[in-house]
């Protein structure tokens, strides 16, 4: 069965740090790209970052610098590190996996590309 299950999310003050994880089953990072999108509540899904399955990572303009997304093939799993917190990080984070109908050569920041997507795990950075 292909699935996400993203975990990580807390409550950390701005200029903390967390490491969020998505488990991937039923398939891995090497097949289909990856992505990790954020949502609060009233808004548009907005994209952070996705891998290409060949490893190439790219960054939404507001967290380059900040948040590095990475995996380990051994735990099948991918993660997003969350640094230099901000109030505006404030979100519930997502992961998810574009199957259906991939583009060659890179993966987009757009939610509709990605076809399967976790439960979410909530990031709140407050005072």
């Known amino acids: 069965q292909v699935q996400l299950v993203e975990s990580g999310g807390d409550l950390v003050q701005p200029g903390g740090s967390l490491r969020l994880s998505c488990v991937l089953s039923g398939f891995t990072a090497d097949q289909w790209s990856i992505s990790w999108f954020r949502q609060v509540p009233g808004r548009e899904r907005e994209g952070v970052s996705c891998r290409y399955k060949n490893g190439d990572v790219y960054y939404a303009d507001s967290v380059k610098g900040r948040f590095t997304m990475s995996s380990d093939r051994a735990e099948n799993t991918v993660y997003l590190q969350l640094d230099q917190l901000e109030s505006g990080d404030t979100a519930r984070y997502f992961c998810?996996?574009?199957?259906?109908?991939?583009?060659?050569?890179?993966?987009?920041?757009?939610?509709?590309?990605?076809?399967?997507w976790g439960p979410g795990t909530q990031v709140t950075v407050s005072s």
């Open positions: 998810g996996v574009e199957m259906l109908t991939p583009i060659p050569g890179r993966c987009l920041l757009r939610d509709d590309r990605y076809d399967l």
